[in-house]
Protein backbone atom coordinates (compact mmCIF):
# COMPACT_ATOMS: atom_id res chain seq x y z
CA UNK A 1 0.00 0.00 0.00
CA UNK A 2 1.11 3.13 -0.60
CA UNK A 3 2.41 5.70 2.15
CA UNK A 4 -0.37 7.90 3.45
CA UNK A 5 1.86 10.85 3.35
CA UNK A 6 1.70 10.67 -0.75
CA UNK A 7 -2.17 12.05 0.09
CA UNK A 8 -1.24 15.37 2.30
CA UNK A 9 -2.42 17.66 0.25
CA UNK A 10 -5.84 16.01 -0.98
CA UNK A 11 -6.53 15.70 2.88
CA UNK A 12 -6.01 19.44 3.78
CA UNK A 13 -7.97 20.37 1.03
CA UNK A 14 -10.66 17.88 2.01
CA UNK A 15 -10.22 19.19 5.58
CA UNK A 16 -10.97 22.79 4.41
CA UNK A 17 -13.41 22.21 2.30
CA UNK A 18 -15.39 20.18 4.51
CA UNK A 19 -14.37 21.60 7.68
CA UNK A 20 -14.14 25.24 7.18
CA UNK A 21 -16.38 25.91 4.46
CA UNK A 22 -19.38 23.63 5.30
CA UNK A 23 -22.84 25.13 7.01
CA UNK A 24 -23.45 21.78 8.43
CA UNK A 25 -22.72 20.80 12.45
CA UNK A 26 -19.53 20.48 13.03
CA UNK A 27 -19.57 16.78 13.63
CA UNK A 28 -21.40 16.25 10.55
CA UNK A 29 -18.88 18.27 8.63
CA UNK A 30 -16.19 16.24 9.94
CA UNK A 31 -17.99 13.05 9.38
CA UNK A 32 -18.12 13.99 5.65
CA UNK A 33 -14.94 14.89 5.58
CA UNK A 34 -13.70 11.53 7.04
CA UNK A 35 -15.74 9.46 4.77
CA UNK A 36 -14.79 11.49 1.40
CA UNK A 37 -10.57 10.55 2.30
CA UNK A 38 -11.26 7.12 3.60
CA UNK A 39 -12.64 6.66 -0.24
CA UNK A 40 -9.82 8.55 -1.87
CA UNK A 41 -7.53 6.84 -0.35
CA UNK A 42 -9.32 3.36 -0.26
CA UNK A 43 -9.42 3.48 -4.27
CA UNK A 44 -6.06 4.86 -5.36
CA UNK A 45 -4.26 2.39 -3.17
CA UNK A 46 -6.08 -0.63 -3.44
CA UNK A 47 -6.07 -1.25 0.89
CA UNK A 48 -8.16 0.27 4.42
CA UNK A 49 -7.76 3.43 6.07
CA UNK A 50 -9.61 4.82 9.14
CA UNK A 51 -9.66 8.56 9.20
CA UNK A 52 -10.49 10.51 12.04
CA UNK A 53 -11.05 14.42 11.69
CA UNK A 54 -11.40 16.51 14.44
CA UNK A 55 -11.47 20.36 14.92
CA UNK A 56 -8.38 21.03 11.96
CA UNK A 57 -6.31 17.91 12.40
CA UNK A 58 -6.65 14.32 10.83
CA UNK A 59 -5.83 10.91 11.71
CA UNK A 60 -5.91 8.39 9.45
CA UNK A 61 -4.68 4.65 10.47
CA UNK A 62 -3.54 1.99 7.71
CA UNK A 63 -6.06 -1.19 9.03
CA UNK A 64 -3.03 -3.11 7.26
CA UNK A 65 0.20 -1.98 9.01
CA UNK A 66 -0.91 0.12 11.67
CA UNK A 67 0.66 3.10 10.16
CA UNK A 68 -0.90 6.47 11.79
CA UNK A 69 0.02 10.02 10.10
CA UNK A 70 -1.60 12.81 11.90
CA UNK A 71 -2.48 15.87 9.52
CA UNK A 72 -2.66 19.60 11.23
CA UNK A 73 -3.54 23.05 9.65
CA UNK A 74 -3.18 24.16 13.23
CA UNK A 75 -0.26 26.08 13.05
CA UNK A 76 1.40 23.98 15.74
CA UNK A 77 4.68 21.94 16.07
CA UNK A 78 3.71 17.86 15.61
CA UNK A 79 4.62 15.95 19.15
CA UNK A 80 7.97 15.04 19.49
CA UNK A 81 9.30 17.90 17.12
CA UNK A 82 12.93 18.43 18.73
CA UNK A 83 13.66 21.37 21.00
CA UNK A 84 16.95 21.77 19.38
CA UNK A 85 15.51 22.44 16.19
CA UNK A 86 13.31 25.27 16.93
CA UNK A 87 11.04 27.04 14.56
CA UNK A 88 12.65 29.99 12.26
CA UNK A 89 11.46 33.40 13.98
CA UNK A 90 8.55 35.61 12.04
CA UNK A 91 7.77 32.23 10.49
CA UNK A 92 4.71 31.10 10.07
CA UNK A 93 3.82 27.01 10.32
CA UNK A 94 1.41 26.36 7.09
CA UNK A 95 1.55 22.58 7.53
CA UNK A 96 2.43 20.21 10.27
CA UNK A 97 2.55 16.06 10.10
CA UNK A 98 3.44 12.87 12.32
CA UNK A 99 3.32 9.77 10.74
CA UNK A 100 4.45 6.82 12.85
CA UNK A 101 4.60 2.56 12.72
CA UNK A 102 5.75 0.63 15.15
CA UNK A 103 7.37 2.98 17.76
CA UNK A 104 8.85 4.42 14.47
CA UNK A 105 8.19 8.22 13.60
CA UNK A 106 8.60 10.68 10.60
CA UNK A 107 8.14 14.38 11.70
CA UNK A 108 7.07 16.82 8.65
CA UNK A 109 6.87 20.90 9.32
CA UNK A 110 6.00 23.49 6.21
CA UNK A 111 6.94 27.45 6.84
CA UNK A 112 6.85 30.37 5.46
CA UNK A 113 8.56 33.44 6.11
CA UNK A 114 9.05 37.20 4.77
CA UNK A 115 12.58 36.93 5.42
CA UNK A 116 15.53 36.24 3.04
CA UNK A 117 16.55 32.75 2.04
CA UNK A 118 19.96 33.06 3.22
CA UNK A 119 19.35 34.40 6.32
CA UNK A 120 16.67 31.54 7.25
CA UNK A 121 19.07 29.06 5.90
CA UNK A 122 21.52 30.26 7.69
CA UNK A 123 19.54 29.79 10.82
CA UNK A 124 18.31 25.98 10.29
CA UNK A 125 22.25 25.16 9.65
CA UNK A 126 23.35 26.78 12.88
CA UNK A 127 20.88 25.51 14.70
CA UNK A 128 21.44 21.68 13.49
CA UNK A 129 24.88 21.76 13.86
CA UNK A 130 24.47 23.32 17.35
CA UNK A 131 22.41 19.84 18.22
CA UNK A 132 25.08 17.68 17.40
CA UNK A 133 23.98 17.22 13.63
CA UNK A 134 26.35 16.54 10.77
CA UNK A 135 26.08 17.56 7.76
CA UNK A 136 25.56 14.62 5.25
CA UNK A 137 24.64 16.35 1.77
CA UNK A 138 23.46 19.89 0.38
CA UNK A 139 22.23 21.26 -3.03
CA UNK A 140 21.95 24.49 -4.32
CA UNK A 141 20.15 26.27 -7.37
CA UNK A 142 19.11 29.76 -8.06
CA UNK A 143 16.44 30.07 -5.80
CA UNK A 144 16.29 26.81 -3.67
CA UNK A 145 18.14 23.98 -2.59
CA UNK A 146 17.80 21.42 0.23
CA UNK A 147 20.52 20.22 3.29
CA UNK A 148 20.74 17.07 5.12
CA UNK A 149 21.95 16.17 8.56
CA UNK A 150 22.54 13.39 10.25
CA UNK A 151 23.75 11.92 14.10
CA UNK A 152 23.52 8.85 15.36
CA UNK A 153 19.47 8.22 16.65
CA UNK A 154 17.71 10.68 14.48
CA UNK A 155 17.88 12.38 10.73
CA UNK A 156 17.45 15.92 9.55
CA UNK A 157 16.33 17.42 6.16
CA UNK A 158 14.88 20.93 4.42
CA UNK A 159 14.36 22.46 1.14
CA UNK A 160 14.07 25.58 0.82
CA UNK A 161 12.88 27.59 -2.04
CA UNK A 162 12.50 31.57 -2.94
CA UNK A 163 8.84 32.75 -3.20
CA UNK A 164 7.41 35.81 -4.31
CA UNK A 165 6.66 36.72 -0.62
CA UNK A 166 9.90 35.52 1.12
CA UNK A 167 10.90 31.93 2.13
CA UNK A 168 9.40 28.71 2.13
CA UNK A 169 10.69 25.52 3.98
CA UNK A 170 9.48 22.06 4.19
CA UNK A 171 11.71 20.08 6.88
CA UNK A 172 11.85 16.40 7.68
CA UNK A 173 12.95 14.83 11.31
CA UNK A 174 13.39 11.00 10.96
CA UNK A 175 14.92 8.24 13.18
CA UNK A 176 18.47 6.93 12.22
CA UNK A 177 19.41 3.62 12.67
CA UNK A 178 23.49 4.38 14.02
CA UNK A 179 24.55 4.78 10.10
CA UNK A 180 26.94 7.94 9.86
CA UNK A 181 28.63 9.20 6.61
CA UNK A 182 32.13 9.32 6.21
CA UNK A 183 32.26 12.57 4.66
CA UNK A 184 30.27 15.55 4.04
CA UNK A 185 28.96 16.23 0.59
CA UNK A 186 27.83 19.69 -0.63
CA UNK A 187 26.21 20.16 -4.14
CA UNK A 188 25.19 22.89 -6.32
CA UNK A 189 23.03 22.77 -9.34
CA UNK A 190 22.02 24.62 -11.88
CA UNK A 191 23.29 28.92 -11.69
CA UNK A 192 24.08 29.84 -8.32
CA UNK A 193 27.03 30.15 -5.47
CA UNK A 194 29.50 27.08 -5.23
CA UNK A 195 28.63 25.36 -2.07
CA UNK A 196 29.93 26.04 0.97
CA UNK A 197 33.68 25.18 1.83
CA UNK A 198 34.05 24.36 -2.61
CA UNK A 199 37.79 24.92 -3.39
CA UNK A 200 37.51 27.54 -5.51
CA UNK A 201 41.32 28.12 -5.84
CA UNK A 202 41.97 25.09 -7.04
CA UNK A 203 38.92 24.60 -9.31
CA UNK A 204 38.03 28.50 -10.50
CA UNK A 205 34.80 29.11 -12.57
CA UNK A 206 36.08 30.14 -15.98
CA UNK A 207 34.78 33.63 -16.25
CA UNK A 208 31.58 34.54 -18.06
CA UNK A 209 30.55 30.49 -17.44
CA UNK A 210 27.14 28.50 -15.72
CA UNK A 211 27.86 26.69 -13.00
CA UNK A 212 26.03 23.24 -14.09
CA UNK A 213 27.12 21.22 -11.10
CA UNK A 214 29.12 21.45 -8.45
CA UNK A 215 30.21 18.82 -5.64
CA UNK A 216 32.64 18.88 -2.40
CA UNK A 217 33.68 16.16 -0.34
CA UNK A 218 36.78 16.27 2.07
CA UNK A 219 38.91 14.80 -0.04
CA UNK A 220 37.94 15.91 -3.41
CA UNK A 221 35.60 18.65 -5.32
CA UNK A 222 33.75 18.47 -8.79
CA UNK A 223 33.08 21.14 -11.15
CA UNK A 224 31.48 21.45 -14.34
CA UNK A 225 30.72 24.44 -16.53
CA UNK A 226 28.96 25.82 -19.63
CA UNK A 227 29.85 28.54 -21.60
CA UNK A 228 29.79 30.14 -25.34
CA UNK A 229 33.60 30.21 -25.81
CA UNK A 230 35.75 27.54 -27.70
CA UNK A 231 37.71 24.52 -26.37
CA UNK A 232 40.81 26.02 -27.30
CA UNK A 233 40.06 29.34 -25.27
CA UNK A 234 39.02 27.14 -22.13
CA UNK A 235 41.71 24.61 -22.38
CA UNK A 236 44.39 27.49 -22.62
CA UNK A 237 42.67 29.47 -19.16
CA UNK A 238 42.87 26.46 -17.07
CA UNK A 239 46.25 25.61 -18.54
CA UNK A 240 47.56 29.01 -17.93
CA UNK A 241 46.06 29.14 -14.20
CA UNK A 242 47.35 26.33 -12.93
CA UNK A 243 50.83 25.93 -14.75
CA UNK A 244 50.89 29.64 -13.16
CA UNK A 245 50.67 28.27 -9.72
CA UNK A 246 52.70 25.50 -9.63
CA UNK A 247 50.48 22.94 -10.97
CA UNK A 248 52.94 20.54 -13.53
CA UNK A 249 50.81 19.71 -16.57
CA UNK A 250 51.57 15.58 -17.10
CA UNK A 251 48.95 14.81 -20.10
CA UNK A 252 47.05 16.76 -22.73
CA UNK A 253 44.80 15.75 -25.38
CA UNK A 254 43.67 19.02 -27.54
CA UNK A 255 41.23 19.04 -30.40
CA UNK A 256 38.45 21.81 -31.87
CA UNK A 257 35.60 19.37 -30.20
CA UNK A 258 37.07 17.39 -27.33
CA UNK A 259 40.04 17.81 -25.06
CA UNK A 260 41.68 16.97 -21.53
CA UNK A 261 44.36 17.65 -19.54
CA UNK A 262 45.65 16.36 -16.12
CA UNK A 263 47.88 18.16 -13.58
CA UNK A 264 49.78 17.03 -10.75
CA UNK A 265 51.26 19.16 -7.69
CA UNK A 266 52.35 17.73 -3.71
CA UNK A 267 50.30 14.43 -4.52
CA UNK A 268 47.14 16.50 -5.28
CA UNK A 269 45.78 15.90 -8.92
CA UNK A 270 43.36 17.75 -11.12
CA UNK A 271 41.74 16.60 -13.92
CA UNK A 272 39.85 18.65 -17.25
CA UNK A 273 38.21 16.92 -19.69
CA UNK A 274 36.19 19.56 -22.59
CA UNK A 275 33.33 19.02 -25.31
CA UNK A 276 32.00 21.36 -27.42
CA UNK A 277 28.22 20.88 -28.86
CA UNK A 278 25.46 22.33 -30.10
CA UNK A 279 27.64 25.98 -29.95
CA UNK A 280 28.53 25.03 -26.37
CA UNK A 281 31.23 24.37 -24.39
CA UNK A 282 31.10 22.00 -21.10
CA UNK A 283 34.35 22.05 -19.24
CA UNK A 284 34.83 19.32 -16.52
CA UNK A 285 37.20 19.01 -13.53
CA UNK A 286 37.82 17.10 -10.95
CA UNK A 287 40.20 18.10 -7.50
CA UNK A 288 41.38 15.34 -6.11
CA UNK A 289 43.78 15.62 -2.46
CA UNK A 290 47.18 13.25 -1.60
CA UNK A 291 45.48 10.04 -0.29
Known amino acids: MKELTQHVGILLLLAAIALGGSA???????????????????QSTGGEVDVDASGERMTLTDKETGETTEVSATGELPEGWPAEIPMYPNSKIIFSQ?????????LHVVISTPDATTQVVEFL????????????????????????????????????????????????????QGEMPEHGTSTTMGTGA????????????????EVLQATVTDND????????????????????????????????????????????????????????????????????KAS
Open 24 to 42: CPQQVAEKTAEQAVERMIE
Open 98 to 106: RSELEGEYV
Open 125 to 176: QTKAESAGFIREQATQAEGEGSVSYVKPDQRFFFAYATTPDGTEVSMQVLPN
Open 194 to 209: LPEGFPEDFLPVYPGA
Open 221 to 288: ALLTIGVGDSTEQVLQFYQEYWTSRGWQMSVEVAGTQRSAASFESDGNTINLSISHEDEQTTASMVYS
